[in-house]
């Protein structure tokens, strides 16, 4: 929602962003956040009140659909704690990881983008198989291995590669 109005800008004056999980959020002088500590706390960084009422001014059908899926959630998750107390030991970890790996991915599909370039910003999407395919066999081997996009790998990398002295390639 709100993050594809400011994909990974920078913050203002007042340290606020338009994307609420930029990588530069956090971040020293203008640089991204190192990518460990975007990934293990950005998951208690996010705030569902403000989440709640950007979807309320929007559509308020939606938050009360919001608010429902998460109140499902909880309500599942302590009624099998309490059946089973391993429920909440199994799926906590599992859990947590599984956001982290998502701000991983999300770390590394937006690194190397110009931020203040707005065009830039954006993350490729295409039909359902390409993206799966781009995330399996480009994505997933560039984090295991530490690797970066620097050049054409996917549009905004070369949308950025146009408009700057940027090598195509992997750093």
């Known amino acids: ?31 991204a956040e190192h990518p460990l500590a975007y990934t293990f706390l950005s998951f208690f960084r996010e705030d569902p009140k403000t989440v709640f009422e950007a979807l309320k001014r929007k559509d308020p059908r939606e938050a009360f659909w919001g608010v429902f899926e998460l109140a499902s959630f909880v309500t599942s998750f ?22 982290c790996l998502s701000y991983l991915n999300g770390y590394y599909r937006h690194y190397g983008g110009n931020p203040d370039e707005p065009i830039a910003w954006g993350v490729s999407t295409y039909h359902k198989l390409n993206n799966w395919t781009c995330f399996i066999t480009v994505t997933t081997p560039n984090i295991i291995s530490g690797r970066r996009c620097t050049g ?13 002295n940027a090598r195509p390639g992997f750093a």
């Open 1 to 31: 929602m709100q993050h594809h109005k400011g994909n990974a800008d920078r913050p203002d004056e007042h340290g606020d962003t338009i994307d609420w999980i930029s990588i530069y959020k956090h971040g020293h002088e203008g640089e």
């Open 78 to 99: 302590v009624i099998l704690g309490i059946l089973n107390w391993h429920y909440i030991c199994f799926l906590l970890p599992f859990w947590y990881f599984g956001h």
């Open 152 to 164: 054409r790998e996917c549009r905004s990398c070369a949308i950025r590669s146009s408009t700057s």
